[in-house]
Structures are given as structure tokens and as C-alpha cells.
């Protein structure tokens, strides 16, 4: 038995890129989540809030990529997860207002997890391919 792939589509392709240009956003905000957390040993907390909103918007351009690329015909586990890294983005802001770095700290590999994970998914796909 053989199996055929799907001919990618004119709106597969620019979904699949809307999806790498919004995985690569969340993984470099998330970047600057880590060089900014070691400021918050000095007590200036205002760069990692700031990213921790920019975080938010850009993890839900990934959640909408994502969709928009399953609607289109792509590969649907993406959304399940990026849904999940955006909702754990907001628990993980609430968890460091409340000052709770035992769970704050491991929660961001779990941001990390899946937020490398979609991206290195998105960017291994070929569009027009």
C-alpha cells in the first residue's frame, strides 16, 4: 500500500508561513522572557512584564496560525498545543505576580516545550513542496 500526500495548496503554503513567522515570534519573545527574568533579581521588574504581554499577543498569533493552517487542511495536533502554551502563558504571569517562583520557574519550560516544539515543526515543513 502506498501513500499519496496531499498537493499543498496556494493557501496551505501562506498558512504554513504565517505559522513559521508566528512560531518564530513566540520562541524569541520567550528568549527575551529569559534574559530579562534575571533582572528581576535587581528589582527592575518592568521588561519582563512588558514581555510577558508581549508573550501573550504572540502566543495567541500562534493559536491563530495554527488554526488557520488546520483549516486550510494542515496538520491539526499544532493547535492542541499552541492552545496550551497560550493558556499557560497566563498562568504563568499569574504564578509570578503571586510571587510563587517554585512553580513560576519550572512552568516556563513547559512554555519552552511547546513552543520549541511547534516551532520546530512549523519550520520543518516545506511550503509549496
Known sequence: MTRTHPVPTARSTSSIRAVQAAAV???L???WQFVTAGRLLSGDQA???AGAIALHVATFLLLAATLLHARAGGTRWPVAVSAGVFVAGFLQAALG???NMGAHVPG???LTVG???VT???LLRQPGA
Request: aromatic residues 10%; neutral net charge; glycine residues 10%.
Open 108 to 110: 516556563a519550560l513547559v
Open 47 to 49: 521588561p519582563h512584564g
Open 120 to 122: 520546530a515543526w512549523a
Open 29 to 31: 519573545t520567550l528568549l
Open 97 to 99: 505576580s503571586a510571587g
Open 25 to 27: 515570534l513566540s520562541a
Open 115 to 117: 513552543t520549541v516544539w
